[in-house]
């Protein structure tokens, strides 16, 4: 099964382009700035050749705007990254005009205002949102929320349920709590997940999941950090430094939204190799950046969380995992060097023996713990310059087409329940082991030198 990634995968080039100070961009956005004056909310849609879904998104959103914030003056941008498609008139034509009756819209709820925006430079969703917090921090807005384009299953709730913390209860950042299916969000359920909550401190289900809402003075400080728009934060890189920024400044309020089940285009896992090198560089250099801050996080507490909760179905996902293994066995033929260098003895031991296992794929097993051992000694690794970046975010890519082989085999049997449950299991377990990583952290070598 292929499905499209609504972002360009060829661009994944670790060299970017330079980007544009805040002042430079703001002076750029001044006739969407003109455009939007007076705007308390903004929700922004990043997008790249989304003309099949953006149409459902956008009336979405003017729906949950209308409906529920009918008082306060609202706009909805479409943010583009290169589009050559008809996104972007899509976007900026959608509208419930022909139907608010039946989509239940007071007759007198105001149309939001509409623009558009787009980058040149590195192509990705994270410098297709930067604009969008530029021009909340312009134009002093209250509250803003961002939606993915290739949403199948929003709601116009979504929009009260993302918004409405903020703009009646002052939070700062809200992230979404979705109901999904055990072999979607690979990456968020085997380390953004867990590895942001024992870090960090806040069980944050979905540190990357897309669809958040935040203050205005949170996305006024995430304008003004130039110096992150050449890094990975300007791809996929953006939600995890969205999120971890939020909880690791200390003075923005955190909470989570339910919203229900996410259906949108969901890829294999064995096609995300690209999405993991930059969320996973982020997180990494995050915690170099922030490591005063979760050195001594030693509990994980629940954050608030708003909104009733329901089930709801979810699209299946299937997973190719003899492709995965196939992956899995070769990277560690080929990154034997870079694994031997950034991972302890134990670990690097427990790597091969899974390796071997790969002929056995019905029974293969790639326990939880070794990739937690494994994902620390990369961390240490890579922070204290022991192997260069890429190199080690390309053998840590075999590793987790292993991990996520062998999850899909553990749940294979599970219903939604029992999923959750065993990827809610896993951030005790990367707490379970931080003491570890403060010991080597601390020492500031790689683990492989450590005996």
Not at 18 to 33: F, G, K
Not at 354 to 377: C, G, N, S
Not at 425 to 450: C, E, M, Q
Request: proline share 6%.
């Amino acid at each position: 099964m292929t499905h499209h990634l609504p972002w360009p995968e060829e661009h994944d080039d670790p060299a970017h382009e330079p980007a544009p100070s805040i002042d430079e961009l703001t002076q750029h956005l001044s006739p969407q700035i003109d455009a939007l004056r007076g705007a308390d909310i903004i929700c922004g849609v990043p997008c790249f050749n989304s003309e099949g879904t953006l149409r459902h998104v956008v009336r979405s959103i003017e729906t949950g705007l209308r409906r529920y914030f009918p008082d306060v003056r609202s706009a909805i941008v479409i943010l583009d990254s290169g589009s050559t498609d008809r996104s972007v008139e899509v976007g900026l034509t959608a509208t419930t005009s022909v139907d608010q009756d039946l989509l239940l819209i007071p007759s007198t709820s105001p149309f939001p205002a509409r623009a558009s925006t787009r980058l040149e430079g590195t192509r990705g969703k994270g410098n297709a949102l930067r604009p969008l917090f530029t021009l909340a921090r312009a134009l002093g807005t209250k509250a803003c929320a961002t939606f993915d384009s290739d949403l199948r299953s929003i709601q116009p709730a979504w929009v009260e349920h993302l918004v409405g913390p903020v703009l009646s209860y002052g939070w700062d950042h809200v992230a979404p709590l979705y109901v999904r299916h055990r072999n979607d969000g690979t990456i968020t359920n085997s380390i953004a997940y867990p590895l942001t909550a024992a870090l960090y401190g806040t069980r944050i289900r979905q540190p990357i999941g897309g669809d958040f809402g935040f203050s205005g003075r949170l996305a006024s400080y995430w304008a003004e950090q130039d110096d992150m728009w050449t890094t990975e934060v300007a791809r996929f890189g953006i939600d995890i430094w969205m999120t971890t920024s939020a909880l690791a400044r200390g003075d923005f309020r955190v909470c989570q939204a339910r919203l229900g089940s996410k259906i949108h285009d969901a890829k294999d896992p064995g096609h995300l190799g690209p999405m993991f090198r930059q969320v996973v560089g982020t997180l990494f250099d995050l915690a170099g950046r922030y490591v005063d801050r979760w050195r001594d996080v030693d509990r994980i507490e629940l954050p608030p969380i708003y909104g009733f909760p329901y089930t709801t179905g979810t699209d299946d996902v299937p997973v190719d995992r003899q492709a995965l293994l196939d992956k899995f066995a070769t990277g560690v033929r080929k990154d034997d060097a870079v694994l031997r260098t950034a991972l302890s003895p134990d670990t690097f031991g427990g790597v091969r023996a899974a390796a071997a296992r790969t002929a056995k794929p019905a029974a293969f097993e790639f326990p939880i713990e070794l990739w937690i051992d494994a994902v620390y000694d990369f961390m240490i690794a890579v922070n204290a310059e022991a192997v260069p970046w890429r190199d080690a975010l390309n053998a840590m890519i075999g590793l987790y087409f292993a991990r996520t082989a062998s999850f899909v085999r553990e749940a294979a049997n599970d219903s939604q329940e029992e999923a959750d449950a065993r990827i809610d299991s896993f951030p005790d377990l990367y707490l379970s082991r931080k003491d570890g990583l403060r010991r080597r952290w601390s020492a500031g070598v790689p683990a492989s030198t450590l005996r």
